[in-house]
């Protein structure tokens, strides 16, 4: 009798350090994806920034959509990759956008950049860049 119960607890204790790693580990692995996308949207950001600066070095005008930076790789081999942080990408209006962005992943994009709070309005200074939470987009201005 008493090696059952030893047995059983021994397996409530596994069950109750195993339930501790998980509920532990999880939220440490969360807090690194949101690190590790928010740093990649700002690469991308540089990236097409960058992109869209020689293309308007070269040509005179900005690029009007990310085909006009990828075309022939000769700004960028090919589109950055949002695949999983957010929905969409694009140019609008001198910027580089991606829409659909977890508010988790904008306060971290916004904690790297310096910038205080969840929300950042979009601007249009050369370099600028951000998240905004509320509207769930990060942009990159050129």
């Known amino acids: 009798m008493t090696t059952i119960m030893l047995t059983v607890l021994g397996f409530l204790l596994a069950a ?4 501790m790693a998980f509920s532990y580990g999880g939220s440490a692995f969360d807090r690194s994806y949101d690190q ?3 740093a990649s949207l ?3 950001g540089s990236s097409v920034s960058a992109a869209a600066n020689m293309h308007m070095t070269q040509r005179g005008y900005f690029p009007a959509n990310l085909r006009d930076v990828t075309l022939r790789g000769i700004y960028l081999p090919t589109e950055p990759t949002i695949t999983g942080i957010g929905t969409s990408h694009a140019i609008v209006d001198e ?3 991606v829409a659909g962005i977890d508010h988790r992943i904008c306060y971290e994009i916004n904690s790297e950049l310096g910038q205080n709070g969840d929300v950042v309005t979009a601007g249009s200074r050369p370099g600028q860049m951000g998240c905004n939470s509320t509207d769930r987009v990060f942009y990159a201005a050129f």
């Open 36 to 38: 590790s996308s928010a």
């Open 16 to 19: 109750g350090a195993a339930f």
């Open 95 to 97: 910027r580089y956008e």
């Open 42 to 44: 700002i690469s991308n």
